[in-house]
Structure formats: structure tokens, C-alpha cells
């Protein structure tokens, strides 16, 4: 399972920003999978936009890469960022931060304002750990090579 989470200074409704993930070994890009930045669907917080995700996901590679929620714009400049799902934990990868309209970044900083979130709505799971990870800054989207779709989730 990987826990992440998206924030964004301000909202955007026409010219959004979301995130989507590739399979790392073929970098087939998830039909069904997009995590909003800063499109204005009710946060998780009251003091930010923000949205807590978690996803569970075969053991492997992956990518998250920035896609523009406006079907006439193409993102061709953007990090691009690479993490590994380990089988039978739970792997916190950050927060992906959009702040001046189009500069996204990677932080650990929300870790406990996440985790919190994470263990409020899964009271269950509150003495599960969770690990960290760094994600890697692989590239930039205009040299991610995409090559088709996974059709559904896993």
C-alpha cells in the first residue's frame, strides 16, 4: 500500500493539474487512476487544499507524472517521480506541493498531518507502521516514455 498526499497553493477549476501513475517496467499509464492537485473538490483539511491517497498496488516500480486536467493542454515539461512498492507494508511517499500555478515539488513535511489523516479514517490500522521512502526525481516528462494504457486497477 503507498500513502501520499496533494496539496496546492490555490485552486484551479479550467486549467487543473493532476497526477497519474505508470507501471514502472512497461510505463503503461492507469486508466482509472488520477490524483488531484489542485482541481476545487473539497479538501481533506480545513486550513488547505489538500487530499490524503492511498493505494494498494502490486510489488514493483512506479511513476507518478503530471497530466493538465484541460483535454486541450499537454503537460511537456514536469518532474517525473519514481517509487517502489515493497509487498505487505504500508509506504508513505510525500507530498506533491503545486504552488504558483505550474511548480510542483516533492516533501516529506506532511508525514504526521498525513499519517494522522490516514489512521482517523482506518482507526484500525493505528499501530501499523509505515515506512518512508524518498521518491526518485527521475526525468522530465518530455523524456517519459509512455507506452499504452492498463485498462482498470489492480
Known amino acids: 500500500m503507498v500513502l501520499f498526499s496533494t496539496s496546492a497553493e490555490t485552486t484551479n477549476l479550467s486549467f487543473s493539474?493532476?497526477?497519474i501513475l505508470a507501471e514502472g517496467v512497461s510505463q503503461k499509464v492507469y486508466d482509472k487512476l488520477s490524483f488531484n492537485i489542485d482541481y476545487p473538490f473539497p479538501s481533506n483539511f480545513t486550513n488547505e487544499h489538500a487530499h490524503v491517497t492511498t493505494i494498494v498496488l502490486p510489488e514493483g516500480e512506479y511513476y507518478l507524472l503530471p497530466r493538465s486536467g484541460n483535454?486541450?493542454?499537454v503537460v511537456t515539461a514536469a518532474p517525473v517521480y519514481k517509487f517502489r512498492v515493497v509487498n505487505a507494508r504500508i509506504t508513505y511517499i510525500g507530498n506533491f506541493h503545486l504552488s504558483g500555478g505550474?511548480?510542483?515539488?516533492?516533501?516529506?513535511?506532511?508525514?504526521?498531518?498525513?499519517v494522522d489523516y490516514f489512521v482517523q479514517k482506518n482507526p484500525a490500522m493505528a499501530n501499523t507502521r509505515i515506512d518512508r521512502q524518498e521518491v526518485e526525481l527521475t526525468s522530465n516528462i518530455g523524456q517519459f516514455e509512455g507506452k499504452g494504457i492498463i485498462f482498470g486497477t489492480p
Open 17 to 19: 493539474t493532476s497526477l
Open 71 to 73: 483535454p486541450f493542454f
Open 102 to 114: 505550474n511548480l510542483l515539488a516533492w516533501s516529506e513535511m506532511k508525514y504526521q498531518r498525513d
